[in-house]
């Protein structure tokens, strides 16, 4: 039998850096009559010693290299309360028969949300005409909104077409916006994207025709700085990127050096690669998109909601549930797919 009684489920909760489970998501394992050891801290030799005894590893920011995946020697799955796992080393867990598993779908309606923030503040010019116009510069403020276009008249470009494109394009056509899309799979279905109206064609049109550019993809090592200053030239004068997905997937210097030559209008960038942004503060100007008015920083909040925060945390709880119940949790949930468990799951 492959099921494991609640009361003697070992359940390691990592919550390192700044990640300890709030009220709401111990009382979704108290219901489920589960008691979650949480274990702080970021060392990889710390945290191998304490999962060797885990049933499930728990996690929703802390980095687990090869070291630690390879001391989990009876997890049965580690459980992402999350969407991206690039922190996880998914191939070593795949080998040792270990599922991955996440709540990919929690907080799509809040990332498109934020996408189109990001976009309105942009193309309406708010973060340079608030900061004039709490200066008392309120003729320069008023003239920040002459180079202002109409919303309607605007092309955005969605590079991946996962759920949160989806969402986004919603919003999109809502405003009477043209959407393009790309994807990897360009021999996937198009049904969705028709019937919103979206045009799906490849990375270069997207780039070349689109105002607006949306990242809504993972950081693999093949989208690993996959907007480059290639990728950045190719994009029309006047344009603006948004990434709301992986900072890794951006050459920050880069986009900082297209924005800074007037090349591209401006960015909007909740995720990071050079700023640690769960950290207490940072120094000011501490990278070079800090301090201009046509960029939007964000320390990566996009997915975050009263309603997320709890959709995500149901999911992760029963994700847990279903394994120690030997059960397959939801295939949209599992991240490697063609993993053989080590403790069999109908």
């Not at 708010?126 to 003729?139: H, K």
């Not at 344009?239 to 924005?259: C, F, K």
């Not at 070079?288 to 975050?304: F, W």
């Amino acid at each position: 039998m492959s099921a494991i009684p609640h009361d003697r489920a070992v359940i390691v909760r990592l919550t390192g850096p700044i990640f300890l489970p709030g009220a709401y998501e111990l009382a979704a394992y108290g219901k489920a009559g589960l008691t979650p050891r949480q274990v702080g801290g970021t060392d990889p030799a710390a945290l191998a010693e304490a999962v060797r005894d885990a049933d499930v590893v728990a996690v929703v920011g802390t980095r687990i290299p090869a070291q630690v995946v390879e001391a989990m020697t009876r997890a049965r799955a580690i459980a992402r309360f999350g969407t991206g796992t690039d922190k996880i080393d998914v191939a070593r867990a795949t080998a040792l028969g270990i599922p991955v598993v996440n709540t990919p779908f929690f907080c799509v309606e809040e990332m498109a949300d934020h996408v189109f923030g990001m976009l309105l503040g942009l193309e309406r010019r708010l973060p340079g005409t608030q900061r004039l116009f709490t200066s008392g510069a309120l003729a320069a403020a008023r003239g920040s909104m002459a180079g202002c276009r109409r919303i309607s008249a605007l092309t955005l470009g969605l590079v991946g077409f996962g759920r949160s494109a989806v969402h986004t394009a919603r919003r999109a056509r809502g405003f009477g916006m043209r959407v393009l899309a790309t994807r990897n799979n360009r021999n996937a279905p198009t049904d969705e994207a028709d019937a919103l109206g979206v045009t799906m064609t490849d990375l270069d049109t997207v780039l070349r025709d689109s105002d607006y550019v949306s990242l809504h993809i993972p950081l693999t090592p093949a989208t690993y700085h996959l907007i480059d200053a290639a990728a950045l030239a190719k994009m029309k004068p006047g344009a603006s990127i948004i990434n709301t997905s992986r900072g890794a997937l951006i050459d920050e210097p880069a986009l900082a050096a297209a924005i800074r030559a007037g090349h591209l209008a401006g960015a909007g960038i909740d995720t990071h690669e050079q700023l640690d942004v769960f950290q207490e503060a940072l120094p000011p100007n501490a990278h070079p998109l800090m301090g201009l008015d046509n960029v939007i920083l964000t320390p990566h909040t996009a997915g975050g909601s009263i309603q997320a925060g709890h959709d995500m945390m149901d999911v992760g709880v029963q994700n847990v549930v279903d394994v120690l119940a030997g059960r397959w949790p939801p295939r949209e949930n599992l991240v490697n797919p063609t993993v053989n468990p080590r403790v069999p799951l109908h």
